[in-house]
């Protein structure tokens, strides 16, 4: 069955630091990727999608993915953590048939003063 | 243009009550979904809806049902509410392959 992993439940960073969110994939095919942040208390908005193309994508809020087809891996990356970044973030892929997105479980992002 | 309304923000069930969620878009999408999040487990898909009449099942269906009333709104029921439906409901819509966009969540607890 198609699935979304993301190993880290928590992860902890310094403000100012870089930050690397995992994700990885099992899909026969070249998935179309997304990442998701949710704020505490609210619904879930886009960061950044790939569907082809350019296997690194920037997305919003100074955040970029890069999609490695050898490692089945879509890590969301930050060169400069900010308070405002802590919140939860998921991993998607759309399946084959294009129809549902799987979801990973989620990386609690907490930054530190 | 609201994107994905969903109503009520909060509800409080007793066991055996019924009650539906309200969702609808105003992107003139296709595709409709309802997902339901609890901690550590991200989110699950319950139902969805691809075209306008018809809607189809997802991870976790049980106790639960749907109808696509339009293209517009999609409507999630639980006929007797159980505990363990205690969670947060979103509510979301695509056009093709393209973003999903989510509703803001309905906070439900079933006493």
């Known amino acids: 069955a198609q699935s979304v992993t993301q190993p880290d439940i928590h992860i902890t960073v310094s403000e100012g630091a870089s930050l690397e969110l995992r994700c990885n994939y099992s899909?026969?095919?070249?998935?179309?990727l997304f990442w998701y942040v949710q704020s505490p208390g609210q619904g879930l908005q886009l960061l950044l999608k790939y569907f082809s193309g350019d296997t690194l994508v920037q997305g919003i809020k100074g955040f970029e993915a890069e999609f490695k087809r050898s490692q089945s891996s879509f890590n969301l990356r930050k060169p400069s953590v900010h308070w405002s970044d802590a919140a939860e973030y998921f991993c998607a892929a759309l399946n084959s048939g294009y129809s549902t997105l799987t979801f990973g479980k989620g990386t609690m992002l907490l930054v530190s003063p | 243009n609201a994107g994905v309304t969903q109503t009520p923000k909060f509800q409080v069930l007793k066991t055996g009550q019924s009650m539906t969620l309200q969702c609808a878009q105003d992107m003139n999408h296709n595709s409709m979904y309802w997902y339901r999040q609890d901690p550590g487990m991200g989110l699950r898909l319950i139902y969805y809806s691809a075209s306008e009449g018809t809607t189809d099942k997802g991870e976790v269906p049980n106790g639960y049902n749907v109808s696509r009333l339009n293209k517009r709104e999609f409507s999630l029921r639980l006929e007797s509410a159980a505990p363990s439906q205690t969670s947060v409901y979103f509510c979301?819509?695509?056009?093709?392959?393209?973003?999903?966009?989510f509703g803001p969540g309905t906070r439900l607890l079933v006493l």
């Open positions: 899909y026969g095919a070249t998935p179309y």
């Open positions: 979301a819509s695509r056009w093709g392959q393209e973003t999903q966009y």
